[in-house]
């Protein structure tokens, strides 16, 4: 044989795969491989599936892989910090799987490379996903330090989602919780800079904003701007990993209550304002150069 793949329907009969097999060469036409396959009732355990032949395999090779159902496994990836429209597109441009996509909270899929046979539905994944989320919550939620202010694992993914968009330096996840964690306990805003983004993007169907924010758009007020409104927003704003799921649920120890990017990878944290204002001026003076 020749490499090549072959796709086998379900609810075919043993003879229909069989003859399937010959007219695409891979069989002799003659019977002396598949008598003793029919007569051993093997042939009644031909798998429907998708299945990559290499070359130099056998008839009785080719029958006894269909048989065990050594089908090929295809896989998606969802990275950590993905949105639900980013979500969707990647099921929907997924041409082996089937099916629609049901409506999915933001948040509610835990970030994983998924594996699938041809033909497995978009539903089955996001709900494969969706359990992995609430055990991995169940898990950590568990675990959490005492201390933190959080009502619900719910909360715990939206404040996740917010830091698992703000750094990506796995390190800097638990200052960074901490920072939002000791805005909220003095009745300051959050003001993170993502929720601004999906709040916009919430109100024109997901579409990317595809350029930087605006003093405008910080003052435009959405349901999850941390500018305008107090408090966690209503919902995730992404899918956050488990770094900082674990972030969120054990923030570091520290008083800042403010942090900007560096400029060459992670941010700067500061107490005071004015400490603050300082490392935004050396932020945008990196900038310039």
């Known amino acids: 044989t020749r490499d090549t793949t072959i796709v086998i329907e379900p609810h075919?009969?043993?003879?229909?795969?069989?003859?399937?097999?010959?007219?695409?060469?891979l069989l002799p036409a003659?019977?002396?491989?598949?008598?003793?396959?029919?007569?051993?009732?093997?042939?009644?355990?031909?798998?429907?599936?998708?299945?990559?032949?290499?070359?130099g395999m056998t008839p009785a090779d080719i029958l006894e892989k269909i048989a065990k159902g050594q089908v090929v496994i295809h896989k998606i990836s969802i990275p950590e910090g993905w949105n639900i429209w980013q979500v969707r597109a990647a099921f929907l441009a997924e041409p082996l799987l089937t099916g629609d996509i049901p409506t999915i909270a933001e948040g509610s899929i835990f970030p994983d490379t998924m594996r699938f046979q041809r033909g497995a539905t978009r539903a089955s994944i996001i709900t494969?996903?969706?359990?992995?989320?609430?055990?991995?919550?169940?898990?950590?939620?568990?675990?959490r330090d005492p201390a933190i202010p959080l009502k619900s694992p719910q909360d715990a993914v939206i404040l996740a989602s917010i830091i698992e968009k703000e750094?990506?330096?796995a390190e800097e996840r638990p200052m960074v919780a901490a920072v939002f964690y000791n805005r909220l306990?003095?009745?300051?805003?959050?003001?993170?800079?993502?929720?601004?983004?999906?709040?916009?993007?919430?109100?024109h169907d997901g579409v990317p904003l595809g350029r930087a924010l605006t003093s405008v758009d910080l003052a435009y007020d959405t349901p999850?701007?941390?500018?305008?409104?107090?408090?966690?927003?209503?919902?995730?704003?992404?899918?956050?990993?488990?770094a900082a799921i674990q972030a969120a649920l054990h923030p570091a120890t520290t008083d800042a209550l403010y942090f900007v990017a560096t400029g060459v990878g992670g941010?700067?944290?500061?107490?005071?304002?004015?400490?603050?204002?300082?490392?935004?001026?050396?932020?945008?003076?990196?900038?310039?150069?």
């Open 12 to 25: 075919q009969g043993s003879q229909a795969i069989l003859q399937q097999l010959r007219d695409a060469a």
């Open 30 to 55: 003659v019977w002396t491989i598949e008598l003793p396959f029919l007569l051993s009732g093997r042939a009644r355990q031909l798998k429907a599936g998708e299945y990559a032949l290499t070359a």
């Open 128 to 143: 494969q996903m969706q359990k992995h989320m609430a055990e991995v919550l169940d898990k950590e939620w568990a675990a």
């Open 167 to 169: 750094t990506g330096v």
């Open 185 to 203: 306990k003095i009745g300051m805003k959050l003001q993170s800079d993502p929720t601004v983004v999906y709040g916009l993007q919430a109100i």
């Open 224 to 242: 999850h701007n941390s500018y305008t409104r107090e408090g966690l927003p209503p919902t995730p704003i992404c899918s956050p990993g488990l």
């Open 267 to 289: 941010h700067y944290f500061s107490k005071t304002l004015a400490q603050h204002n300082g490392n935004v001026q050396n932020y945008k003076k990196l900038k310039k150069k």
